[in-house]
């Protein structure tokens, strides 16, 4: 089961944006959302696969249905490792298989470190939100892929549901990724 | 011998707060789709 992409924003130049409920702009108006802030500070469009409660494997899937190399970067929250996608189900209410409920820590490094290694010479960027477990391995993550954003962004205010990030929490998500993209871009 | 003692110490400190972790959000985070609103599927859970 794939859902598709959005353009909130249509330029020539433009990002793609990859994640989970934190990255779709979860119950808040896109505006207010962190793809769309980084979009209008760098004067860019995006196109968006971010998609609630969907898993690392479905984003690398979305990612693969367009050539991704035509898109200034792209920008990937990385979802929670324990969550696997059903592919072969047509129905849209089982569409996420399940989640590995034996995860452990070792073991979703491992995950993290595949996907972040597969992509070390592509123009990807990963970012962690609300996952401080990974404050364990995040330097070694960074050291297989210098477009880690090396810290995980916890939240610092919540919208209605109080599990997802509000609208401060989406501007200081968006002004550090800016700020790395920037000290990235004028690095390399 | 203390550093390796510290080491497994903190590595038994993040597997717990993994675990933690993982058993609240998969709590709150069953796994059903509500169906996308066409119009504005961004609303979905």
Redesign the interface.
């Known amino acids: 089961m794939f859902f598709g992409s959005k353009t909130p924003i249509k330029k020539d130049k433009y990002f793609i944006n990859l994640g989970d409920s934190h990255a779709a702009s979860y119950n808040l108006p896109i505006e207010s959302s962190y793809p769309y802030l980084i979009a209008k500070k760098l004067d860019l469009g995006y196109v968006d696969f971010a998609y609630s409660r969907t898993s690392i494997e479905y984003s690398d899937y979305a990612l693969n249905t367009v050539d991704f190399t035509k898109a200034e970067f792209v920008l990937w929250q990385l979802a929670y490792p324990w969550r696997k996608h059903n592919w072969n189900t047509q129905d849209i209410q089982k569409a996420r298989e399940d989640n590995i409920k034996s995860l452990t820590l070792k073991e979703s490094f491992k995950i993290f470190a595949k996907v972040i290694s597969k992509y070390k010479d592509s123009n990807v960027f990963f970012i962690f939100i609300n996952q401080e477990y990974t404050t364990r391995y995040l330097k070694q993550l960074v050291k297989l892929n210098d477009k880690v954003f090396s810290e995980n962004i916890e939240f610092i205010d919540f919208g209605f549901d109080e599990k997802h990030g509000g609208v401060n929490s989406q501007k200081l998500i968006a002004n550090k990724m800016c700020e790395f993209l920037i000290k990235y871009d004028k690095k390399n | 011998m203390i550093s390796w003692l510290l080491n497994k110490y ?2 038994w400190q ?2 717990r ?3 933690k ?2 058993k609240e ?2 709590k ?2 069953p ?3 509500n ?2 609103d066409k119009n504005n ?5």
């Open positions: 903190q590595e993040f597997e707060a993994f675990q972790k993982k959000l998969m709150l985070d796994f059903i789709y169906i996308p599927s961004k609303k979905e859970d």
